[in-house]
């Protein structure tokens, strides 16, 4: 079964400090890796998403990285704010050929709960 | 552009009762995925509509449909709801020309069931 693990599940940090957070998987066939920021009883929102080729990608004070070879990727997040309170979930793409999965195409981790505190 | 829409934002329900949850997609997409939500969980995908069939399902009882209408807009509906049916329900559409097939996310409908 195709499976994403995320740590820590939670996390507490102050406002300024840098921190990272990890994703493995489990995944074949893997197409994309994306991050995805989600707010209390809001919808998520896209970081980034990396394909197999892509080992970093940055979207401003976050950066993704992945390695395709031991299946692992990173968020870090420098310079933390009150704003970056928040659930982050790492999302691992199947190969959209391969429909039928009754996972779906997208594979979710259970997300890290991030709270930035003053 | 709106972007992804969903109504209502929240419901009250009980149990045994249906409901019927709605959803736009964004501009331009034709596809519209439908994912549940547990307290302190990962998304669950239920399923997948396109060109107004169901693609893809995820492990739901048939309690739960869908359907997708000419115009991309979908419905779930939920049947003889449980208490365990309370959840974030999220809607998220994506097009042909999505990079990656990135799928773009709702608000999502809160549903109590009590």
């Known amino acids: 079964k195709n499976q994403v693990e995320q740590s820590p599940q939670s996390l507490i940090i102050l406002e300024g400090k840098n921190c990272t957070l990890q994703?493995?998987?489990?995944?074949?066939?893997?197409?994309?890796l994306r991050w995805y920021k989600q707010d209390t009883g809001r919808g998520p929102v896209s970081l980034t998403i990396?394909?197999?080729?892509?080992n970093t990608k940055s979207n401003g004070r976050y950066t993704a990285t992945l390695d395709a070879d031991t299946k692992q990727s990173s968020l870090h997040i420098t310079a933390s704010q009150l704003s970056d309170s928040a659930s982050y979930i790492c999302?691992?793409?199947?190969?959209?050929?391969?429909?039928?999965?009754?996972?779906?195409?997208?594979?979710f981790g259970k997300g890290t709960k991030l709270s930035v505190k003053p | 552009d709106a972007g992804v829409t969903q109504s209502p934002t929240h419901l009250i329900k009980t149990r045994g009762q249906q409901v019927t949850l709605r959803c736009s997609p964004k501009?331009?997409?034709?596809?519209v995925s439908w994912y549940q939500q547990a307290l302190g969980q990962g998304p669950q995908f239920i399923f997948q509509?396109?060109?107004?069939?169901?693609?893809q399902r995820g492990n739901f009882p048939d309690r739960f449909s869908g359907h997708q209408f000419p115009n991309y807009s979908s419905e779930l509906n939920v049947n003889a709801l449980l208490l365990g049916d309370s959840a974030l329900y999220l809607c998220?559409?994506?097009?042909?020309?999505?990079?990656?097939?990135?799928?773009?996310f709702g608000p999502g409908t809160r549903l109590t069931v009590l």
């Open positions: 999302v691992v793409s199947v190969n959209p050929l391969n429909y039928g999965g009754s996972q779906g195409n997208l594979i």
């Open positions: 994703c493995n998987y489990t995944v074949s066939p893997f197409s994309n």
């Open positions: 990396m394909t197999f080729s892509e």
């Open positions: 501009s331009g997409h034709d596809t």
């Open positions: 509509y396109y060109e107004e069939e169901e693609r």
């Open positions: 998220a559409s994506q097009g042909r020309d999505s990079y990656q097939g990135e799928q773009f």
